[in-house]
């Protein structure tokens, strides 16, 4: 059973001692996923999660999200813009990239709970925790 206690993952065996479970920050976890799809030399300025549904249609029906939905990672590099295929279920492995966007275009600026961004090739959504990561993306100057 897995439970939070004073902000770190502990899981209870059996035992009445918990063991410490190894926590990884998603942003770290998208950058060491993305790693094989680089180019040599090449280092990541950003990373970042998306989603091809918008999330407000679960107003309507959470099957629409469940058939529909499929998470995209974008890797933002010094040379070129990636968005890359995650699957249906999980934000954090990087598949295969689908698209390779130049690095000279600008993301957007992002604004609302989920944001609609159509500048990558694709109509993706953007959760709020990930904006902070949209807004240096585009603050970087290209060269």
């Not at 529909?68 to 990239?97: H, Q, W």
């Not at 992002?110 to 953007?126: A, K, M, N, Q």
């Not at 993306?137 to 060269?143: E, G, L, S, Y």
């Amino acid at each position: 059973m897995w439970t939070l206690w004073s902000g770190r993952q502990y899981l209870w065996a059996h035992s009445d001692t918990p063991r410490k479970v190894q926590a990884v920050a998603l942003r770290d976890k998208l950058r060491e996923n993305a790693a094989h799809v680089l180019q040599p030399g090449e280092t990541i300025q950003s990373v970042f999660c998306a989603q091809t549904t918008s999330q407000y249609f679960a107003l309507i029906s959470v099957w629409i999200i469940i058939l529909t939905n499929a998470y995209r990672v974008v890797v933002v590099t010094d040379r070129r813009i990636l968005v890359c295929a995650s699957g249906r279920f999980r934000m954090t492995p990087v598949k295969e990239v689908l698209r390779e966007v130049p690095r000279g275009v600008r993301i957007g600026q992002p604004s609302g709970l989920w944001w609609r961004c159509e500048s990558l090739g694709e109509r993706l959504y953007i959760n709020k925790r990930f904006h902070k990561d949209v807004n240096a993306a585009d603050a970087v100057p290209t060269a």
